[in-house]
């Protein structure tokens, strides 16, 4: 018994540094989109990560074609996921695809990836067959690159479109360098602290 108090008292303070980090970062719940990438320098290295799911049913299919892990600051446009020419399914959208350039940096290749192949420019890009609300997760690595050096912006950027039930939207966060490092930091102190304390 002892033991699984031990368990549910380490898995409430997981959660309380994964929160007390997403808080510092300024993410989003759920409600503000459907799909939500951060970026983060770690180690030397800008990554992107997203999740979520995406509704199609406001855009038309038009041709299965190849994606590479791309994003261009300046464009604006992104496809997370894994680095190398992947097979994608490409929809165009009939009205507004709003976002503003996240920065002024020209388009950049990542280094490596994993996970799910999807993104966003004027087009939307998700992996070939995908089904609305099936769920999305990838990765994206920028090695050696900073935001400064891939000309990123720090701030919150959003792709909506469609309207009612066909509402949907993609978000972009790009936390000040400094926050991130200090919520990473507040974190990891957070797991230690709780390793040392039960003994672990």
């Known amino acids: 018994m002892h033991s699984d108090r031990t368990r549910l ?3 409430k303070r997981a959660r309380g540094a994964l929160g007390a980090v997403a808080l510092a ?9 459907t799909v939500i990438v951060t970026a983060l320098e770690v180690g030397g290295d800008v990554v992107l990560s997203g999740s979520g799911t995406l509704d199609l049913s406001a855009w038309t299919l038009i041709a299965t074609t190849i994606a590479y892990g791309v994003m261009g600051p300046s464009n604006p446009s992104l496809v997370i996921g894994p680095a190398v020419a992947d097979s994608v399914d490409e929809y165009f959208l009939t009205g507004p695809v709003a976002s503003s350039p996240f920065g002024p940096g020209p388009n950049a290749s990542a280094t490596s990836g994993s996970g799910d192949k999807f993104g966003i420019a004027n087009l939307i890009f998700v992996p070939s067959g995908y089904v609305s609300g099936d769920p999305l ?3 994206s690595t ?3 690159s900073s935001f400064a050096s891939l000309g990123m912006a720090p701030g919150s950027y959003t792709w909506s479109w469609g309207a009612g039930a066909s509402a949907d939207s993609m978000v972009l966060q790009v936390p000040e360098p400094s926050l991130a490092a200090l919520a990473i930091a507040g974190a990891v102190g957070l797991a230690l602290r709780g390793r040392r304390r039960f003994g672990a």
């Open 137 to 139: 997760s990838g990765a």
């Open 25 to 33: 970062l300024g993410a989003p719940g759920p409600a503000r989109a």
């Open 9 to 11: 008292v380490k898995s």
């Open 142 to 144: 920028y090695a050696g």
